[in-house]
């Protein structure tokens, strides 16, 4: 008798003790799972800054003028540059003292007919202006036949409007001179060939460029800009010459 009463209380306690799992067991519910890691939302300031800068960029791919800019470079002396966007795309840079260690003023243009580099009378070229075809409309200047200063007008403001591009975007303090919201503009990849240099971008609200600071040094738009013409005009004839390098060319060289 007494045995029976221990065994029926042993099968009481593992009753106690196993219902409660089989209770779980036959609910249906399954645990809440663990929240997974979230990248942080974008703060809203940042984000609108985006689209209005892209904003800003896609309206100054239509805007066509004629303008010069203040131009301080990170080396050398200050400089105006004059920047041309035609009505029918093509466009013209010119950049005074950058080829052959500052002695010879060039222009950059791009056209129907390809990208071009131009040598302009200076101090180092006692001649007439003469061009050389450097490729495709669409090809990008040679690093080492590149001032820069005309990407901001150029393929740079394709970069701008690419919401794909990384690039984080905030508001900035207005640059010296300049009129129109400004940007800071960073680069989130860590690849070496960023798509445009991290600065600081500004322009009129009709997408009119009016300062950049970046690696090359900054442009300030000066004045009104005037109309622009139907197409640019090079500078000179096309020649099958050498383009001008930036570095002063070697003693005995034409």
């Given at each position: 008798m007494h045995a029976h009463r221990r065994a029926a209380r042993r099968l009481t306690g593992v009753l106690a003790l196993t219902l409660p799992v089989l209770l779980a067991a036959c609910d249906g519910g399954t645990p809440e799972a663990a929240p997974t890691g979230t990248a942080d939302p974008v703060p809203v300031q940042v984000d609108a800054a985006r689209e209005e800068l892209a904003g800003l960029a896609a309206a100054a791919q239509d805007r066509h003028l004629t303008a010069t800019y203040a131009f301080a470079p990170?080396?050398?002396?200050?400089?105006?540059?004059?920047?041309?966007?035609?009505?029918?795309?093509?466009?013209?840079?010119?950049?005074p003292g950058w080829g052959h260690a500052g002695t010879v003023d060039v222009s950059l243009a791009g056209t129907s007919d390809g990208l071009f580099q131009c040598a302009l009378p200076s101090a180092g070229w006692a001649q007439a202006a003469t061009c050389v075809r450097l490729g495709d409309a669409d090809d990008a200047v040679p690093r080492r036949l590149d001032p820069r200063v005309q990407h901001p007008f150029t393929d740079w403001l394709e970069v701008l409007t690419d919401r794909r591009a990384p690039l984080a975007v905030s508001p900035a303090e207005p640059l010296p001179?300049?009129?129109?919201?400004?940007?800071?503009?960073?680069?989130t990849s860590a690849s070496l060939n960023a798509p445009l240099d991290v600065g600081i971008y500004c322009f009129r609200e009709d997408g009119t460029p009016a300062a950049v600071r970046a690696g090359f040094g900054t442009l300030t738009l000066t004045g009104e800009p005037g109309a622009a013409p139907g197409?640019?005009?090079?500078?000179?004839?096309?020649?099958?010459?050498?383009?001008?390098?930036?570095?002063?060319?070697s003693p005995g060289t034409p």
């Amino acid at each position: 008798m007494h045995a029976h009463r221990r065994a029926a209380r042993r099968l009481t306690g593992v009753l106690a003790l196993t219902l409660p799992v089989l209770l779980a067991a036959c609910d249906g519910g399954t645990p809440e799972a663990a929240p997974t890691g979230t990248a942080d939302p974008v703060p809203v300031q940042v984000d609108a800054a985006r689209e209005e800068l892209a904003g800003l960029a896609a309206a100054a791919q239509d805007r066509h003028l004629t303008a010069t800019y203040a131009f301080a470079p990170a080396e050398g002396t200050p400089r105006t540059v004059s920047v041309t966007s035609a009505n029918d795309g093509s466009w013209r840079v010119d950049v005074p003292g950058w080829g052959h260690a500052g002695t010879v003023d060039v222009s950059l243009a791009g056209t129907s007919d390809g990208l071009f580099q131009c040598a302009l009378p200076s101090a180092g070229w006692a001649q007439a202006a003469t061009c050389v075809r450097l490729g495709d409309a669409d090809d990008a200047v040679p690093r080492r036949l590149d001032p820069r200063v005309q990407h901001p007008f150029t393929d740079w403001l394709e970069v701008l409007t690419d919401r794909r591009a990384p690039l984080a975007v905030s508001p900035a303090e207005p640059l010296p001179g300049a009129t129109g919201p400004c940007y800071t503009v960073d680069s989130t990849s860590a690849s070496l060939n960023a798509p445009l240099d991290v600065g600081i971008y500004c322009f009129r609200e009709d997408g009119t460029p009016a300062a950049v600071r970046a690696g090359f040094g900054t442009l300030t738009l000066t004045g009104e800009p005037g109309a622009a013409p139907g197409t640019v005009e090079l500078a000179g004839a096309v020649t099958d010459g050498e383009p001008v390098g930036r570095d002063a060319p070697s003693p005995g060289t034409p």
